[in-house]
């Protein structure tokens, strides 16, 4: 069992570590979209409210184990300060190379002079790493709010879905989603999958792909895949872009100096009737190069499907969430993850990731 913040000993004069998730997207050292500050915030008033006194922990970015100014977590600390006065944010994780390598020497850096931890990271949980990991061998712990709804909801999927459950997969490569495909395939009624892998499936058909996003080593495994039995539905039309930047809408094949970088408005309407048709939907990934208005046309329509559907939805992926939020759908999800890979991976491993084993296990 997964133990939550109501397991926890008696907060009260404690000290909390608190591994939150607030990898925020940075422009010019200002915060783009303070989203996942804001989501750890039920956590930290529970605690506050019990009177611990809460130490956040975070990465940010990509360091590579030194201290890098581009990485400062002192625009997080700023916001962290206004929306939870008196809480403390320790310097990026990823700044010491003890972070990502789950050294025990950092591991006890961390949790020295604290009596508490909560992991309320769901996007990092799919991390072995000192910050993750650690901590629940050392003190009593729990999974914070987000962390623990995530656990609930993404269980729900693999556990009881409402029937027909619908899911669906964009993004660039087969190879990215594969181990989820295969999991999701023995789950779901329906994979609907665009965005640019879909050129790699239209080549297992033995269709021309132009200059489309190709892996070519993963056309075997998209034919094993089709040769399954199960219900994959793939795009009937593209809107592909060629010499001169001409703009138009294609079939499967694709003619050669032609890229495909959207799904067309056929397939826009199929994706819309599969997803009306479900109880349950699971998105993942764009359609196409949805950042470009040119091409931004069936990412928006399977977003509204999504927003407009009676099912139980669930929307998990950075691109993905970017998306509903562009096109100010996001209020109209029942669940928007935190995680991309994380909930990816938790499908994928049937619930299974090293930040929560180890809180199941410390509690066990």
């Known amino acids: 069992m997964l133990p939550v913040l109501e397991d926890l000993p008696d907060p ?15 422009k010019d050292g200002h915060i783009e979209d303070d989203m996942r500050i ?10 506050l409210d019990k009177g611990a006194t809460v130490t956040a922990c975070t990465h940010l970015g990509r360091p590579k184990g030194k201290p890098d100014p581009k990485y400062s977590v002192e625009p997080v600390r700023e916001r962290l300060a206004e929306l939870a006065p008196g809480v403390e944010l320790l310097d990026n994780l990823r700044f010491d190379p003890g972070e990502e390598a789950n050294d025990a020497a950092f591991v006890d850096k961390l949790v020295e002079g604290q009596d508490l931890y909560v992991n309320d990271a769901f996007g990092a949980c799919h991390r072995a790493h000192a910050s993750i990991v650690g901590p629940p061998q050392k003190l009593p712990s729990a999974a ?24 669906i997969l964009g993004g660039a490569k087969v190879s990215d989603k594969l181990g989820v495909m295969q999991a999701l395939l023995e789950k779901v009624d329906a ?17 021309k792909v132009g200059d489309s996003l190709l892996e070519e080593d993963q056309i075997g495994t998209c034919k094993e895949l089709l040769d ?12 592909a872009m060629g010499p001169g930047d001409e703009i138009r809408q294609v079939g499967r094949s694709i003619p050669d100096g032609w890229k495909g970088l959207d799904i067309g408005p056929g397939t826009a309407a ?7 048709e479900a109880r349950t939907v699971l998105w993942n990934g764009p359609m196409g190069l949805f950042e470009d208005e040119r091409f931004a046309s069936g990412t928006k ?12 939805t669930v929307v998990g992926g950075g691109d993905s969430a970017a998306a509903m939020a562009q096109f100010g759908l996001a209020d109209d999800i029942d669940h928007l993850s935190t995680g991309g890979g994380a909930s990816l991976e938790f499908l994928e491993l049937g619930g299974h990731l090293p930040g929560i084993d180890a809180l199941e296990k410390a509690h066990g």
């Not at 399954?228 to 809107?239: A, N």
Request: aromatic share 8%; glycine share 10%; proline share 5%.
């Open 228 to 239: 399954s039995g199960k219900r994959i539905v793939l795009p009937s039309d593209i809107v």
């Open 12 to 26: 009260s004069g404690k000290r909390v570590l608190l591994r939150a998730d607030f990898n925020v997207p940075l």
């Open 301 to 312: 329509a399977v977003a509204q499907a999504v927003a407009d559907t009676r099912a139980f």
């Open 144 to 167: 914070g709010r987000l962390l623990a709804k995530e656990v609930e909801v993404l269980g729900g999927l693999i556990e009881k879905p409402k029937r027909p459950f619908v899911a």
């Open 38 to 47: 804001r989501a750890a915030l039920p956590t930290i008033e529970w605690l």
């Open 270 to 276: 199929e994706f819309t009737d599969e997803i009306d």
């Open 191 to 207: 994979l609907v999958v665009g965005g640019g892998m879909c050129f790699t499936f239209f080549a297992a058909l033995g269709h």
